[in-house]
């Protein structure tokens, strides 16, 4: 069996194949086209990818095998069966993503805000009217802010948006101005004219202002829960009415999970995981602290060498002279340390880790480190 392949980067991940077998005429774009709009900026969080090479991409597969492929298959999706209907799906699917990015742009060099840009913008009937094209992961209201903040960065270009005033800060100081009862007042009248959006933005202040304030958080919660049901988009959806239940239920930690399991840390090459570390280094707390550990992950046969100095951690391959402390073990043990240097003693004791130098470094890198928790708050403050 034959295997073509086509390197398509930077479209839903930053590495992505399209590949070909000729011999059953099969085609896949991978995740570049689906059954539904994807995202071009994740909800979840990620790097915001390019609408422009989705569509570049799509059109270099058609060029390349579109006249040969009778099924195109592909991960979250079905096949679509025949010469005709494999094209026509492609197209459309690349039409929708360059509308999205070029009408975007053009709507920026008039001098749209990224909101303005996505409220008026409308997919033209021929490709609106494709199921396949509608907003069943994606939605097309923000794939157009998405594409702002890919091509142009986070600035809407409004100077009084450039340096505001903290969240917090400006929802007390909109509620001091307005006044509590006034803004609540309003808040009901929104909900009883339907007019969510606005009731969340005018409550928003309130809640954040007052998070204790009971009638707000009702009123918003209702907002969300309306606005939620209307939502075509799941993922909107979703968020709206994950809002609602956090303002009348508070966080639910039973349901809590974290980003980063063990095994995805395991995963990670040595540079990733010592980055991976380095975000978790409290600056404030290390901008006096200098120390330098060598490293070798003996199951990977790699050394490195890691310091911390102006309150940045950085790492490279190879030892390095000078270094406080140095410490051998498996990569399982060597990612623990990186993480939770506190439980180092454990390994050492085990045998896991062996250590030649002063224990104290690491005393002083454990209390530089932060820990993420995933209990936080996102409706109220």
């Known amino acids: 069996m034959t295997f073509e392949f086509l390197y398509a980067p930077d479209t839903e991940a ?38 422009r090479n989705f569509a570049r991409f799509i059109d270099e597969t058609l060029v390349r095998w579109g006249s040969a492929a009778e099924v195109h298959y592909g991960p979250h999706t079905w096949p679509v069966f025949g010469n005709a209907n494999v094209v026509a799906f492609l197209e459309s699917q690349r039409d929708t993503y360059k509308y999205i990015h070029d009408q975007a742009l053009r709507l920026a060099n008039k001098g749209l805000h990224p909101l303005e840009a996505a409220e008026q913008i409308e997919l033209p009937e021929a490709l609106a009217r494709k199921w396949f094209n509608r907003f069943y992961h994606g939605t097309l209201h923000h794939n157009v802010r998405a594409v702002f903040a890919k091509e142009l960065g986070f600035w809407d270009g409004d100077p009084a948006s450039l340096f505001p005033l903290p969240p917090v800060e400006t929802a007390k100081r909109h509620v001091d101005l307005i006044g509590a009862d006034r803004i609540l007042a309003e808040g009901r009248r929104a909900i009883e004219s339907a007019d969510y959006r606005w009731a969340i933005q005018i409550l928003h202040h309130l809640v954040f202002a007052d998070p204790t ?5 009702a009123l918003m919660a209702d907002a969300y829960e309306q606005l939620g049901y209307q939502m075509e988009g799941p993922q909107w959806r979703g968020i709206f009415l994950t809002a609602a239940l956090e303002l009348r239920a508070g966080v639910d930690l039973s349901v809590m999970e974290g980003s980063s399991g063990y095994d ?9 995981l010592f980055d991976f570390a380095a975000v978790h280094v409290i600056g ?20 490195w060498t890691m310091w911390i100095r102006n309150g940045v951690l950085n790492a490279r391959p190879a030892h390095a002279p000078g270094a406080g402390l140095t410490v051998s073990g498996g990569k399982a043990a060597i990612a623990t340390l990186l993480l939770a240097p506190v439980a180092a003693d454990r390994w050492i004791e085990t045998g896991a880790l062996t250590v030649d130098g002063d224990l104290a470094v690491l005393d002083d890198y454990a209390g530089v480190l932060d820990q993420f928790e995933t209990d936080f708050n996102v409706v109220t403050p």
Do not use: F, Y
């Not at 992505?16 to 000729?22: A, D, S, T, V, Y």
């Not at 304030?213 to 958080?217: G, L, N």
């Not at 995805?264 to 990733?272: C, E, H, N, R």
């Open 14 to 51: 930053p590495e992505e194949l399209h590949i070909w077998i000729p011999e059953l005429r099969a085609l896949t774009c991978a995740e570049n086209a689906n059954h539904t709009m994807h995202n071009i900026q994740t909800l979840r969080g990620a790097r915001t990818r390019d609408a």
């Open 213 to 217: 304030d009971t009638e707000a958080r």
């Open 264 to 272: 995805s840390i395991l995963a990670m090459p040595a540079g990733l």
């Open 284 to 303: 404030a707390k290390a901008a006096e602290v200098d120390l330098r550990i060598n490293l070798t992950i003996t199951d990977t046969d790699e050394q």
